[in-house]
Protein backbone atom coordinates (compact mmCIF):
# COMPACT_ATOMS: atom_id res chain seq x y z
CA UNK A 1 0.00 0.00 0.00
CA UNK A 2 1.12 3.46 -1.19
CA UNK A 3 2.28 5.47 1.71
CA UNK A 4 0.02 8.97 1.47
CA UNK A 5 2.46 11.79 1.25
CA UNK A 6 3.16 14.16 4.17
CA UNK A 7 1.07 17.52 4.16
CA UNK A 8 3.29 20.57 3.67
CA UNK A 9 0.42 22.47 5.89
CA UNK A 10 1.04 20.20 8.93
CA UNK A 11 4.48 20.03 8.52
CA UNK A 12 5.62 23.92 8.40
CA UNK A 13 2.81 24.35 11.13
CA UNK A 14 4.06 21.53 13.53
CA UNK A 15 7.96 22.79 12.40
CA UNK A 16 7.55 26.10 13.68
CA UNK A 17 5.01 25.12 16.69
CA UNK A 18 7.64 22.75 18.41
CA UNK A 19 10.60 25.61 18.26
CA UNK A 20 7.78 28.05 19.41
CA UNK A 21 6.95 26.17 22.63
CA UNK A 22 10.51 25.45 23.70
CA UNK A 23 11.46 29.29 23.19
CA UNK A 24 8.02 30.15 25.22
CA UNK A 25 9.13 27.63 27.92
CA UNK A 26 12.85 28.96 27.82
CA UNK A 27 11.61 32.53 28.36
CA UNK A 28 9.32 31.91 31.47
CA UNK A 29 12.53 29.90 33.40
CA UNK A 30 14.67 33.23 32.11
CA UNK A 31 11.92 35.43 32.98
CA UNK A 32 10.79 33.70 36.20
CA UNK A 33 14.80 33.24 37.41
CA UNK A 34 15.41 37.31 36.94
CA UNK A 35 12.38 38.74 38.26
CA UNK A 36 13.10 36.35 41.94
CA UNK A 37 16.59 37.13 41.52
CA UNK A 38 15.73 41.03 41.18
CA UNK A 39 13.10 40.64 43.35
CA UNK A 40 14.62 39.14 46.13
CA UNK A 41 17.35 41.02 45.84
CA UNK A 42 15.25 44.59 46.01
CA UNK A 43 13.26 42.66 49.31
CA UNK A 44 16.52 42.00 50.79
CA UNK A 45 17.91 45.57 50.80
CA UNK A 46 14.23 46.47 52.09
CA UNK A 47 15.00 44.41 55.14
CA UNK A 48 18.33 45.48 55.89
CA UNK A 49 17.73 48.93 55.73
CA UNK A 50 14.64 48.81 57.97
CA UNK A 51 17.08 47.31 60.48
CA UNK A 52 19.78 49.89 60.21
CA UNK A 53 17.00 52.31 60.40
CA UNK A 54 15.13 50.27 63.58
CA UNK A 55 19.16 50.38 65.33
CA UNK A 56 19.60 53.78 64.79
CA UNK A 57 16.28 54.77 66.16
CA UNK A 58 16.97 52.08 68.91
CA UNK A 59 20.59 54.02 69.70
CA UNK A 60 19.34 57.35 69.74
CA UNK A 61 16.56 56.65 72.67
CA UNK A 62 19.18 54.67 74.37
CA UNK A 63 21.24 57.87 74.53
CA UNK A 64 18.59 60.25 75.34
CA UNK A 65 16.29 58.67 77.65
CA UNK A 66 17.77 54.64 78.24
CA UNK A 67 16.26 51.17 76.50
CA UNK A 68 14.00 50.95 79.16
CA UNK A 69 12.12 53.94 78.28
CA UNK A 70 10.94 52.26 75.12
CA UNK A 71 7.73 51.02 75.70
CA UNK A 72 5.17 49.29 72.58
CA UNK A 73 3.46 52.27 72.61
CA UNK A 74 6.28 53.72 71.02
CA UNK A 75 7.38 50.89 68.75
CA UNK A 76 8.77 52.48 65.24
CA UNK A 77 6.78 50.35 63.17
CA UNK A 78 3.15 50.78 64.83
CA UNK A 79 2.26 52.12 61.60
CA UNK A 80 2.45 49.08 59.88
CA UNK A 81 -0.77 46.82 61.42
CA UNK A 82 -2.89 50.04 59.64
CA UNK A 83 -1.28 48.93 56.59
CA UNK A 84 -0.60 44.95 56.54
CA UNK A 85 -2.05 42.09 56.91
CA UNK A 86 -0.82 40.49 60.33
CA UNK A 87 1.37 37.80 58.45
CA UNK A 88 3.04 40.83 56.31
CA UNK A 89 3.87 42.57 59.22
CA UNK A 90 7.96 43.30 60.23
CA UNK A 91 8.91 41.40 63.08
CA UNK A 92 12.35 42.75 64.87
CA UNK A 93 14.26 41.90 68.53
CA UNK A 94 16.82 43.81 69.85
CA UNK A 95 19.10 42.93 71.74
CA UNK A 96 21.87 43.23 74.40
CA UNK A 97 25.80 42.52 73.85
CA UNK A 98 24.75 39.66 75.91
CA UNK A 99 22.29 38.28 73.27
CA UNK A 100 19.21 39.31 75.86
CA UNK A 101 15.85 40.19 74.32
CA UNK A 102 15.64 43.90 75.13
CA UNK A 103 12.50 44.96 73.14
CA UNK A 104 10.29 43.20 70.72
CA UNK A 105 7.64 43.50 67.95
CA UNK A 106 4.33 41.83 68.69
CA UNK A 107 3.47 38.51 67.71
CA UNK A 108 7.17 37.38 67.43
CA UNK A 109 8.13 33.94 67.83
CA UNK A 110 11.23 32.80 69.46
CA UNK A 111 11.75 29.89 66.98
CA UNK A 112 12.74 32.82 64.16
CA UNK A 113 15.13 34.50 66.45
CA UNK A 114 17.50 30.83 67.21
CA UNK A 115 17.27 30.27 62.93
CA UNK A 116 19.36 33.78 62.66
CA UNK A 117 22.85 34.52 61.11
CA UNK A 118 25.15 36.58 63.00
CA UNK A 119 25.71 39.54 60.72
CA UNK A 120 23.88 37.99 57.58
CA UNK A 121 20.44 37.00 56.27
CA UNK A 122 18.96 33.45 56.02
CA UNK A 123 16.17 31.72 55.18
CA UNK A 124 14.31 29.78 57.64
CA UNK A 125 11.27 28.57 58.80
CA UNK A 126 9.06 30.16 56.14
CA UNK A 127 11.02 33.93 57.31
CA UNK A 128 13.82 36.04 55.76
CA UNK A 129 15.90 37.09 59.08
CA UNK A 130 18.32 40.07 58.87
CA UNK A 131 20.72 40.59 61.59
CA UNK A 132 22.55 44.12 62.21
CA UNK A 133 24.39 45.44 64.64
CA UNK A 134 25.97 48.66 65.14
CA UNK A 135 29.90 49.85 65.24
CA UNK A 136 30.47 50.33 68.52
CA UNK A 137 27.47 49.52 69.87
CA UNK A 138 25.93 46.91 72.37
CA UNK A 139 23.05 46.52 70.75
CA UNK A 140 22.00 44.05 67.69
CA UNK A 141 18.85 44.02 65.67
CA UNK A 142 17.34 41.35 64.39
CA UNK A 143 14.04 41.64 61.62
CA UNK A 144 12.26 39.13 60.12
CA UNK A 145 9.56 39.03 57.47
CA UNK A 146 7.39 36.30 55.70
CA UNK A 147 8.29 34.39 52.55
CA UNK A 148 4.24 34.02 51.55
CA UNK A 149 4.31 37.74 50.57
CA UNK A 150 7.68 37.29 48.58
CA UNK A 151 6.59 34.12 46.67
CA UNK A 152 2.97 35.37 46.06
CA UNK A 153 4.40 38.45 44.49
CA UNK A 154 6.76 36.06 42.37
CA UNK A 155 3.64 33.48 41.53
CA UNK A 156 1.79 36.43 40.61
CA UNK A 157 4.54 37.78 38.28
CA UNK A 158 5.29 34.30 37.24
CA UNK A 159 1.02 33.68 36.17
CA UNK A 160 0.69 37.05 34.20
CA UNK A 161 4.06 36.17 31.89
CA UNK A 162 2.34 33.01 31.13
CA UNK A 163 -1.04 34.76 30.30
CA UNK A 164 1.07 36.58 28.16
CA UNK A 165 2.92 34.16 26.41
CA UNK A 166 -0.33 32.18 26.24
CA UNK A 167 -2.12 34.97 24.40
CA UNK A 168 1.18 35.85 22.45
CA UNK A 169 1.95 31.80 21.72
CA UNK A 170 -1.99 31.80 20.30
CA UNK A 171 -1.89 34.88 18.55
CA UNK A 172 1.30 33.63 16.93
CA UNK A 173 0.04 30.28 15.60
CA UNK A 174 -3.25 31.65 14.37
CA UNK A 175 -0.98 33.88 12.40
CA UNK A 176 1.56 31.64 11.56
CA UNK A 177 -1.24 28.81 10.36
CA UNK A 178 -3.01 31.73 8.28
CA UNK A 179 0.39 32.81 6.51
CA UNK A 180 1.19 29.19 5.92
CA UNK A 181 -2.48 27.92 4.81
CA UNK A 182 -2.25 30.61 2.46
CA UNK A 183 0.92 29.50 0.78
CA UNK A 184 -0.14 25.87 1.10
CA UNK A 185 -3.51 27.23 -0.84
CA UNK A 186 -0.65 29.05 -3.39
CA UNK A 187 0.78 25.66 -4.02
CA UNK A 188 -2.51 23.50 -3.90
CA UNK A 189 -3.67 26.54 -6.87
CA UNK A 190 -1.01 25.86 -9.02
CA UNK A 191 -1.57 22.01 -8.53
CA UNK A 192 -5.12 21.77 -9.29
CA UNK A 193 -4.23 24.05 -12.56
CA UNK A 194 -1.76 22.04 -13.77
CA UNK A 195 -3.57 18.78 -13.04
CA UNK A 196 -6.17 20.41 -15.41
CA UNK A 197 -4.39 20.83 -18.31
CA UNK A 198 -4.50 18.57 -21.19
CA UNK A 199 -4.27 17.93 -24.57
CA UNK A 200 -6.94 20.40 -25.32
CA UNK A 201 -5.31 22.93 -23.16
CA UNK A 202 -1.57 23.80 -22.89
CA UNK A 203 -1.27 27.24 -22.29
CA UNK A 204 0.51 28.76 -20.21
CA UNK A 205 0.32 28.47 -15.89
CA UNK A 206 -1.33 31.61 -14.70
CA UNK A 207 0.85 33.33 -12.36
CA UNK A 208 -0.71 36.26 -10.62
CA UNK A 209 -0.33 34.34 -7.49
CA UNK A 210 2.68 32.52 -7.24
CA UNK A 211 6.07 33.09 -5.33
CA UNK A 212 9.39 33.40 -6.54
CA UNK A 213 10.84 30.18 -5.26
CA UNK A 214 8.61 28.33 -7.75
CA UNK A 215 8.99 30.47 -10.74
CA UNK A 216 11.67 28.01 -11.66
CA UNK A 217 9.32 25.33 -11.70
CA UNK A 218 6.45 26.83 -12.83
CA UNK A 219 9.48 27.57 -16.28
CA UNK A 220 9.83 24.34 -16.93
CA UNK A 221 6.32 23.14 -16.72
CA UNK A 222 5.53 25.27 -19.00
CA UNK A 223 8.55 24.67 -21.75
CA UNK A 224 7.65 20.92 -21.14
CA UNK A 225 4.27 22.22 -21.73
CA UNK A 226 5.15 24.05 -24.96
CA UNK A 227 7.14 20.77 -26.53
CA UNK A 228 3.86 18.73 -25.61
CA UNK A 229 2.33 20.98 -28.01
CA UNK A 230 4.06 21.44 -30.60
CA UNK A 231 4.36 17.76 -30.85
CA UNK A 232 1.02 17.28 -30.72
CA UNK A 233 0.10 20.60 -33.09
CA UNK A 234 2.64 18.44 -35.43
CA UNK A 235 1.02 15.38 -34.99
CA UNK A 236 -2.37 16.67 -35.50
CA UNK A 237 -1.29 18.05 -38.51
CA UNK A 238 0.18 15.56 -40.17
CA UNK A 239 -2.89 13.23 -39.88
CA UNK A 240 -5.23 16.02 -40.72
CA UNK A 241 -2.67 16.88 -44.24
CA UNK A 242 -2.41 12.60 -44.58
CA UNK A 243 -5.92 12.90 -44.50
CA UNK A 244 -7.09 15.26 -46.85
CA UNK A 245 -4.52 14.21 -48.96
CA UNK A 246 -5.25 10.61 -49.05
CA UNK A 247 -8.88 11.65 -49.73
CA UNK A 248 -9.01 12.74 -53.12
CA UNK A 249 -6.56 9.48 -54.78
CA UNK A 250 -8.68 7.47 -52.77
CA UNK A 251 -12.03 8.92 -54.30
CA UNK A 252 -10.15 8.51 -57.77
CA UNK A 253 -9.33 4.82 -57.08
CA UNK A 254 -12.46 4.15 -56.23
CA UNK A 255 -13.84 5.82 -59.65
CA UNK A 256 -11.82 4.11 -61.66
CA UNK A 257 -12.36 0.77 -59.95
CA UNK A 258 -16.50 0.66 -60.26
CA UNK A 259 -15.69 1.94 -63.94
CA UNK A 260 -13.39 -0.78 -64.29
CA UNK A 261 -15.83 -3.77 -62.07
CA UNK A 262 -18.57 -2.55 -65.11
CA UNK A 263 -16.44 -3.13 -68.29
CA UNK A 264 -15.29 -6.58 -67.39
CA UNK A 265 -17.61 -9.58 -67.77
CA UNK A 266 -15.16 -12.22 -66.20
CA UNK A 267 -16.85 -13.39 -62.62
CA UNK A 268 -13.65 -14.13 -60.79
CA UNK A 269 -12.15 -10.59 -62.25
CA UNK A 270 -14.89 -9.14 -61.38
CA UNK A 271 -15.29 -9.99 -57.89
CA UNK A 272 -11.88 -9.30 -57.19
CA UNK A 273 -12.71 -5.67 -58.46
CA UNK A 274 -15.55 -5.47 -55.87
CA UNK A 275 -12.91 -6.51 -53.06
CA UNK A 276 -10.51 -4.13 -54.32
CA UNK A 277 -13.64 -1.46 -54.38
CA UNK A 278 -15.20 -2.73 -50.64
CA UNK A 279 -11.31 -1.93 -49.81
CA UNK A 280 -11.17 1.81 -50.82
CA UNK A 281 -14.46 2.26 -49.53
CA UNK A 282 -12.97 0.99 -45.76
CA UNK A 283 -10.09 3.11 -46.34
CA UNK A 284 -12.25 6.09 -47.39
CA UNK A 285 -14.36 5.38 -44.47
CA UNK A 286 -10.62 4.99 -41.92
CA UNK A 287 -9.84 8.43 -43.36
CA UNK A 288 -12.85 9.70 -42.22
CA UNK A 289 -11.93 8.85 -38.74
CA UNK A 290 -8.52 9.73 -38.66
CA UNK A 291 -10.23 13.50 -39.70
CA UNK A 292 -12.89 13.11 -36.68
CA UNK A 293 -9.79 12.13 -34.45
CA UNK A 294 -8.05 14.74 -35.71
CA UNK A 295 -10.56 17.67 -35.52
CA UNK A 296 -11.55 16.37 -31.64
CA UNK A 297 -8.00 16.40 -30.63
CA UNK A 298 -7.87 19.87 -31.30
CA UNK A 299 -10.63 21.07 -28.63
CA UNK A 300 -13.67 21.14 -31.03
CA UNK A 301 -16.04 20.14 -28.42
CA UNK A 302 -17.14 23.38 -27.06
CA UNK A 303 -18.21 26.13 -29.19
CA UNK A 304 -17.98 30.24 -28.67
CA UNK A 305 -21.24 31.13 -28.03
CA UNK A 306 -24.63 29.43 -26.27
CA UNK A 307 -27.43 28.68 -28.57
CA UNK A 308 -30.31 25.88 -29.43
CA UNK A 309 -29.05 22.75 -30.68
CA UNK A 310 -32.39 21.19 -31.61
CA UNK A 311 -32.60 22.39 -35.31
CA UNK A 312 -28.81 20.86 -35.66
CA UNK A 313 -30.19 17.67 -33.96
CA UNK A 314 -33.26 17.39 -36.04
CA UNK A 315 -31.16 18.09 -39.21
CA UNK A 316 -28.55 15.30 -37.85
CA UNK A 317 -31.98 12.89 -37.30
CA UNK A 318 -33.07 13.27 -40.66
CA UNK A 319 -29.74 12.37 -41.94
CA UNK A 320 -29.51 9.26 -39.95
CA UNK A 321 -33.13 8.40 -41.08
CA UNK A 322 -32.11 8.90 -44.98
CA UNK A 323 -29.05 6.19 -44.40
CA UNK A 324 -31.45 3.25 -43.40
CA UNK A 325 -33.05 0.90 -45.70
CA UNK A 326 -36.41 1.04 -44.60
CA UNK A 327 -38.59 3.27 -41.73
CA UNK A 328 -39.03 0.74 -39.78
CA UNK A 329 -35.02 0.36 -39.23
CA UNK A 330 -34.96 3.27 -37.53
CA UNK A 331 -37.07 4.47 -34.49
CA UNK A 332 -37.04 8.28 -33.48
CA UNK A 333 -37.85 10.34 -31.04
CA UNK A 334 -37.30 13.89 -32.00
CA UNK A 335 -36.48 16.48 -29.15
CA UNK A 336 -39.09 18.91 -28.22
CA UNK A 337 -38.24 22.34 -26.79
CA UNK A 338 -35.63 24.66 -27.15
CA UNK A 339 -31.74 23.05 -25.75
CA UNK A 340 -29.56 26.08 -25.35
CA UNK A 341 -25.79 24.69 -25.06
CA UNK A 342 -22.47 25.91 -26.01
CA UNK A 343 -21.84 22.16 -27.43
CA UNK A 344 -20.39 23.19 -30.82
CA UNK A 345 -22.41 21.77 -33.44
CA UNK A 346 -19.78 19.79 -35.73
CA UNK A 347 -19.28 17.57 -32.71
CA UNK A 348 -22.54 17.31 -32.22
CA UNK A 349 -22.42 15.64 -35.55
CA UNK A 350 -19.47 13.63 -35.30
CA UNK A 351 -20.83 11.87 -32.08
CA UNK A 352 -24.18 10.88 -33.07
CA UNK A 353 -22.66 9.65 -36.55
CA UNK A 354 -20.64 7.49 -34.60
CA UNK A 355 -22.58 5.97 -32.07
CA UNK A 356 -25.25 5.69 -35.02
CA UNK A 357 -22.89 3.91 -37.25
CA UNK A 358 -21.67 1.72 -34.51
CA UNK A 359 -25.34 0.72 -33.63
CA UNK A 360 -25.64 0.08 -37.58
CA UNK A 361 -21.81 -2.85 -37.18
CA UNK A 362 -23.75 -4.40 -34.35
CA UNK A 363 -27.35 -4.43 -34.34
CA UNK A 364 -28.61 -7.82 -35.05
CA UNK A 365 -30.08 -7.85 -38.87
CA UNK A 366 -33.52 -7.11 -38.98
CA UNK A 367 -33.80 -5.20 -36.12
CA UNK A 368 -34.87 -1.35 -35.19
CA UNK A 369 -32.20 1.49 -33.90
CA UNK A 370 -33.96 3.29 -31.59
CA UNK A 371 -32.69 6.99 -30.89
CA UNK A 372 -34.59 8.52 -28.66
CA UNK A 373 -34.36 12.45 -27.51
CA UNK A 374 -37.43 13.00 -26.31
CA UNK A 375 -36.06 13.86 -23.29
CA UNK A 376 -34.26 17.43 -22.55
CA UNK A 377 -30.28 17.35 -23.19
CA UNK A 378 -30.36 13.67 -23.06
CA UNK A 379 -30.13 11.38 -26.54
CA UNK A 380 -30.31 7.80 -26.04
CA UNK A 381 -29.16 5.18 -29.34
CA UNK A 382 -29.95 1.65 -28.83
CA UNK A 383 -29.78 -1.03 -30.62
CA UNK A 384 -30.70 -5.11 -30.28
CA UNK A 385 -27.66 -7.03 -29.67
CA UNK A 386 -26.07 -10.19 -27.53
CA UNK A 387 -25.07 -8.58 -24.14
CA UNK A 388 -21.93 -7.64 -23.44
CA UNK A 389 -20.14 -8.06 -20.71
CA UNK A 390 -18.50 -5.55 -18.17
CA UNK A 391 -14.98 -5.98 -18.47
CA UNK A 392 -16.04 -5.55 -22.53
CA UNK A 393 -17.97 -2.66 -22.09
CA UNK A 394 -14.92 -1.01 -20.59
CA UNK A 395 -12.43 -2.62 -23.36
CA UNK A 396 -14.52 -0.81 -26.20
CA UNK A 397 -13.94 2.47 -24.81
CA UNK A 398 -9.52 2.33 -25.69
CA UNK A 399 -8.55 3.57 -28.66
CA UNK A 400 -8.55 0.65 -31.90
CA UNK A 401 -10.15 -1.58 -29.07
CA UNK A 402 -13.08 -3.62 -30.87
CA UNK A 403 -15.57 -6.22 -29.34
CA UNK A 404 -14.31 -8.98 -31.58
CA UNK A 405 -11.55 -9.06 -33.76
CA UNK A 406 -13.45 -9.77 -36.68
CA UNK A 407 -15.80 -6.78 -35.89
CA UNK A 408 -16.37 -4.65 -39.15
CA UNK A 409 -14.41 -0.97 -37.98
CA UNK A 410 -11.15 0.53 -37.04
CA UNK A 411 -12.18 1.01 -33.10
CA UNK A 412 -11.98 4.50 -33.24
CA UNK A 413 -15.92 5.94 -33.26
CA UNK A 414 -16.51 5.12 -29.38
CA UNK A 415 -12.46 7.02 -28.34
CA UNK A 416 -13.54 10.10 -30.38
CA UNK A 417 -17.39 10.47 -28.79
CA UNK A 418 -15.28 10.04 -25.75
CA UNK A 419 -13.03 12.69 -26.48
CA UNK A 420 -15.74 15.42 -28.03
CA UNK A 421 -17.90 14.58 -24.83
CA UNK A 422 -14.99 15.20 -22.42
CA UNK A 423 -14.03 18.76 -24.43
CA UNK A 424 -17.67 19.65 -24.47
CA UNK A 425 -18.67 18.81 -20.76
CA UNK A 426 -20.83 16.48 -21.25
CA UNK A 427 -21.00 12.86 -20.31
CA UNK A 428 -21.04 9.24 -22.07
CA UNK A 429 -23.14 5.97 -20.40
CA UNK A 430 -22.88 2.36 -21.75
CA UNK A 431 -25.00 -0.02 -21.01
CA UNK A 432 -25.28 -3.63 -21.92
CA UNK A 433 -28.33 -5.01 -21.70
CA UNK A 434 -30.13 -1.77 -22.78
CA UNK A 435 -32.03 -0.50 -19.63
CA UNK A 436 -35.35 -2.85 -19.18
CA UNK A 437 -34.44 -5.33 -21.75
CA UNK A 438 -32.43 -8.62 -21.48
CA UNK A 439 -30.45 -8.13 -24.30
CA UNK A 440 -29.12 -4.73 -26.76
CA UNK A 441 -26.52 -2.33 -26.40
CA UNK A 442 -27.40 1.52 -25.33
CA UNK A 443 -25.17 5.03 -25.86
CA UNK A 444 -26.26 7.89 -23.83
CA UNK A 445 -25.43 11.25 -24.54
CA UNK A 446 -26.30 14.04 -21.87
CA UNK A 447 -25.28 17.43 -22.90
CA UNK A 448 -24.67 20.38 -20.93
CA UNK A 449 -27.68 22.92 -21.12
CA UNK A 450 -27.51 26.41 -19.94
CA UNK A 451 -28.41 26.29 -16.33
CA UNK A 452 -30.83 29.60 -16.23
CA UNK A 453 -32.38 27.77 -19.23
CA UNK A 454 -33.34 24.65 -17.12
CA UNK A 455 -34.47 26.56 -14.15
CA UNK A 456 -37.29 28.38 -16.40
CA UNK A 457 -38.49 25.23 -17.88
Known amino acids: MKKRPASLLNTLFKSLLLPGAIAAILGLLIVYTLVKE ?63 VLLRSPYTEDAILSARVEGGLVTALGYRIAEVGGVG ?44 RHSAGVIVDLSTEIMRKDASDLSPIDRTRTFAEIEPAIDTVDMLMARLDATLKAERAFATNAAHELRTPVAICVAHV ?52 VPVVDLLLREL ?105 STLDLASPAPGRATGFSATITLPLDRAENQTD
Not at 43 to 69: F, P, Y
Not at 152 to 170: C, K, N, Q
Not at 290 to 307: D, E, F, P, Y
Request: proline fraction near 4%; include cysteine.
Open 321 to 425: SDRTTSEEMLVITPPQGIWMSNVDPDAIGIILNNLFDNAQKHAIPDTPIIVDAGKRGRIVISNDCAPITPADLENIKQRFARNTPRAEGFGLGLSIVQELCKQSG
Open 38 to 100: EYDELQDIALMSKAHLLLQLVEAQNRIVGISSLQDDKNPLSFEPGLLDQDELTMFWVLDDTGE
Open 137 to 180: SALTIVTATSMEERNEAIRDVLFGVIVGFVLLGAFFAFATYRAI
Open 258 to 309: QRLRIKLTDPDTTQGAIEIEQGLKRLTRLIERLLQMSRARSGLGVGGVQADI
